[in-house]
């Protein structure tokens, strides 16, 4: 059995859009189903991680074609801004920044991404005619990959999965687009034909599905997941209290009450002063900078710019309390950052903001892994941070968290293929 399987990002792209069909690509031949991954040839990712690379198999095969991105020329007139975001939305972009905005929230949609549908479509078509494929499996964002999805659907009749690592409408950033009211309707018809048509439609927690199954009753959860770490990883905890956070932090993302804690409890307690870091791996939003410069907290920060996964994966575990902060948006509930996964393996105690009877509370919950505060929530946050801090001075920060290998992504392979061989 074979299955086609459509996505932008791939190594040597860096970051978590590529970590899901990567890991699924990996594990699906010990399930007696060939991958083929269909990518692009001259990719403009904002993250390179070349040590992903090794973990293709050298088994599977890959097609490419090249995709002309208006990204391309957009950031040759405002290299320099995009530089100071970090890739991020401005909350208060410049005059230019505002009609590079307005131009991609509403011509190109449903993304910067929609020119490499119909080569790619005309492209798979032949490919297709020639070649035995079980099953087309498309994952966004970006999103246009759904549409190449649709279309062969429509002219081939294949079987079709879509999986959505984030939703569309919904996903945490769609409210600060600049859209107009021709441009929204357009999104919701597109994310409408897509749920609607696809055979099956996969989605990373039960909010999402809940939302879609208004548009299509296949609608099937399989979560993002952790992989095996290797043994050669160090595992020597951090000497310092470290609180440490993987991944881009975005203005949304901002935990600002947790920020004036801190500062309180550097203020209050002399101890905790000396002993506290606050490590930060990865991009930064200049509102998060600004955050913490504002409550003093620069003395104790522990700037890092992205690193490679493996390296990553060290730094999770030689911490002492992990981070991971939701975006402060109405869909909060609904949100599964995919850092909850790797996190859970690196067997640190965890500290999340986010809502406390979301998706990912439940995670949490269930695994006993670490402790979930409300974003707005200053006394338990400080309760909280205070319990684990002196846990640590009593040589006793440690967490018994409990099943997690059903987050392994052998283990969700094995979901994704029940789910293939009952389409066909």
């Not at 974003?375 to 967490?399: G, H, Q, R």
Request: proline share 4%; hydrophobic share 40%.
């Amino acid at each position: 059995m074979k299955v086609l399987i459509i996505t932008y990002y791939w190594p040597p792209s860096g970051g978590s859009g590529v970590q899901r069909w990567l890991k699924f690509a990996k594990y699906l031949q010990h399930f007696n189903i060939e991958p083929v991954v269909y990518t692009v040839d001259n990719p403009n990712y904002a993250i390179i991680d070349k040590t992903l690379q090794n973990e293709v198999p050298d088994t599977i095969e890959i097609l490419k074609q090249p995709i002309r991105e208006p990204n391309n020329l957009l950031s040759l007139f405002r290299k320099r801004e995009h530089q100071a975001s970090a890739g991020f939305l401005k909350e208060n972009p410049s005059f230019f920044g505002k009609i590079t905005q307005y131009i991609r929230a509403n011509f190109f949609i449903p993304d910067a991404r929609k020119f490499w549908i119909k080569p790619s479509v005309r492209f798979l078509s032949e490919y297709l005619s020639k070649n035995t494929i079980d099953v087309v499996i498309t994952t966004g964002p970006p999103h246009s990959l759904h549409l190449i999805g649709l279309k062969l659907k429509q002219q081939l009749g294949t079987k079709w999965i879509a999986d959505f690592r984030d939703p569309w409408t919904e996903i945490d950033y769609f409210h600060q687009l600049p859209l107009t009211k021709k441009t929204l309707e357009k999104h919701h018809s597109l994310e409408k034909e897509v749920l609607s048509n696809a055979d099956c439609v996969l989605v990373v927690g039960k909010t999402m599905r809940q939302n879609y199954l208004k548009y299509n009753k296949n609608i099937q959860v399989i979560s993002n997941g952790f992989d095996t770490f290797s043994k050669t990883v160090d595992s020597v905890l951090d000497s310092k209290f470290s609180l440490v956070h993987i991944g881009m932090m975005n203005a949304d993302r901002n935990p600002k009450t947790l920020w004036r804690v801190l500062s309180e409890l550097i203020a209050e307690n002399e101890s905790f002063a000396k002993d506290f870091q606050l490590k930060l791996v990865g991009k930064l939003a200049h509102e998060v900078l600004d955050s913490i410069k504002h409550y003093n907290l620069t003395t104790n920060l522990k700037l890092v710019d992205y690193l490679a996964h493996n390296e990553v994966i060290a730094l999770q575990k030689n911490a002492q309390i992990l981070l991971l902060a939701v975006n402060n948006v109405p869909n909060a509930g609904g949100i599964i950052t995919g850092k909850i996964f790797e996190y859970l393996q690196a067997g640190r105690p965890i500290l999340a903001i986010a809502p406390t009877d979301g998706d990912l509370a439940e995670i949490i919950n269930s695994t006993s892994s670490g402790t979930i505060v409300d974003f707005e929530d200053s006394e338990t946050m400080k309760k909280t941070i205070l319990t684990f801090y002196n846990a640590y001075k009593n040589d006793n920060l440690v967490i018994d968290s409990k099943n997690i290998e059903k987050y392994h992504r052998k283990q969700l392979t094995g979901q994704l293929a029940d789910i293939i061989k009952k389409l066909t």
